[in-house]
């Protein structure tokens, strides 16, 4: 099974940025596509960015242009660059790796907050 922990978290000002990193550890990381979730207090985890093995990118409309996601295979971990963020990007943020090139599980790790506020 891979671990993951999340880092980065905190409290941001409107329009300021952060970056979260996850890393990974006891299985080959790029056997993974990994993926960045939030949860926001009353809704559902949503997706907010995905990276593939291959390192296409998608993103939620509501983060695309103020949102990157990218991979450092050599060093086991996927960022979350966050700018511009806005008081409705406020949720708990959580890593999440399913496997794409062997039978594996997919594991997410214990989440980060982020909060944007004045």
């Known amino acids: 099974q891979v671990q993951l922990v999340e880092s980065g978290g905190g409290l941001v000002q409107p329009g300021g940025s952060l970056r979260l990193s996850c890393a990974a550890s006891?299985?080959?990381?790029?056997?993974?596509?990994m993926a960045w979730y939030r949860q926001a207090p009353g809704k559902q985890r949503e997706l907010v960015a995905r990276i593939t093995s291959g390192s296409s990118t998608n993103y939620a409309d509501s983060v695309k242009g103020r949102f990157t996601i990218s991979r450092d295979n050599a060093k086991n971990t996927v960022y979350l660059q966050m700018n511009s963020l806005k008081p409705d990007d406020t949720a708990v943020y959580y890593c999440f790796a399913s496997p794409e090139r062997v039978l594996a599980a997919s594991r997410w790790g214990q989440g980060t907050l982020v909060t944007v506020s004045s």
């Open positions: 006891g299985s080959k990381f790029s056997n993974y596509a």
